[in-house]
């Protein structure tokens, strides 16, 4: 049985329909610390809980049985530098109190991790999985803290812990909480409403970026890896594609020839994007376990697109 925290975010919306499709509704249990109206509730196991509050994690692992525990729950980027102590607090003493549970229940845990986990002092172009992480933010504090706090685990109790550094994710089911990378899926929505998206980062901020699918076939494929074949485990570079805001921009243009890019830059969110890589490595986890991504800037714009007009009803 598996438990998904912070289910009812960009991720965990997509991840807990993905995985009951696999592994069956009853065996995919999703959890936040408040129901909201997400249909993921009712659609099929749901328990309140505050990864910060350790007895509520106990409760829900040991009355479903658990044996695996994807930990979503997180505050990103951009919300993490207005309030750096609840970023810690959820992405911090939640991971802990997650790995404690899985250590006493058994567990295997998957925490992601981010692109965030570097800074200005990590080579920006092809970052290499193992390399200088030496994070500017809150966020990335506690991402670059989680992997080796995950890696403990598994060294020094044998909790099998996995994880990947994802970047910017674009969606059309859930929008993201506070995120740098956000304006990447904002700019979909944009474009089909007002033709016309104001963009908060400057042209040329490059950086490494993913579709929603290819985010979720990561996870359970590296779920599923042989633990044989795994030399690293917190946590893998992945990604699928990099651009800048001119890029995407150009990309829907091609589909709404009408669009028109303008710029407002927040500089407080470009300080972020500017101290993260331009593009990744992500041979390792080619290798180990077969990440092998199937959209480019391209099919995503054409899928985002068609899934949002549908959405929105709105035509282009
Ligand atoms: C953020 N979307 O912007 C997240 C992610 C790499 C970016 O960690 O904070």
């Not at 505050?75 to 530098?81: D, F, Q, R």
């Amino acid at each position: 049985k598996i438990l998904v925290t912070g289910a009812l975010g960009q991720i965990g919306s997509e991840l807990v329909m993905h995985m009951r499709g696999i592994y069956g509704a009853d065996n995919v249990i999703a959890s936040s610390r408040r129901k909201g109206d997400n249909p993921i509730v009712d659609a099929g196991p749901f328990e309140l809980v505050d990864v910060t509050k350790s007895q509520e994690i106990v409760d829900a692992v040991k009355k479903h049985k658990v044996d695996t525990i994807i930990n979503l729950a997180a505050i990103l980027s951009a919300t993490g530098e207005s309030n750096p102590a609840a970023a810690w607090d959820i992405n911090m003493n939640g991971l802990y109190n997650v790995l404690e549970v899985a250590r006493e229940n058994q567990c295997t845990v998957c925490t992601p991790s981010s692109i965030a986990v570097f800074g200005p002092s990590t080579p920006k172009d092809n970052t290499p999985q193992d390399t200088l992480m030496r994070p500017t933010t809150m966020y990335g504090v506690t991402k670059v803290s989680g992997e080796l706090l995950c890696d403990y685990y598994f060294q020094k109790f044998n909790v099998d812990t996995r994880g990947m550094r994802f970047p910017g994710l674009i969606s059309n089911v859930a929008l993201p909480g506070g995120g740098t990378t956000d304006y990447a899926v904002h700019i979909y929505y944009e474009a089909l409403k007002n033709k016309k998206y104001n963009c908060f980062l400057q042209k040329g901020t490059f950086m490494d970026m993913m579709y929603m699918p290819d985010a979720l076939n990561a996870i359970v494929e590296l779920m599923e890896a042989d633990p044989s074949k795994l030399t690293h485990r917190n946590a893998f570079n992945v990604t699928a594609m990099s651009f800048d805001p001119e890029g995407i921009a150009t990309a829907i243009k091609k589909y709404i020839p009408e669009f028109q890019m303008e710029y407002d830059v927040n500089p407080d969110i470009q300080k972020i994007a500017d101290s993260w890589p331009n593009s990744l490595d992500d041979s390792e986890a080619r290798k180990q376990w077969g990440w092998n991504p199937k959209y480019d800037l391209d099919g995503m714009t054409k899928d985002m697109l068609e899934k949002l007009s549908k959405k929105m009803n709105i035509q282009y």
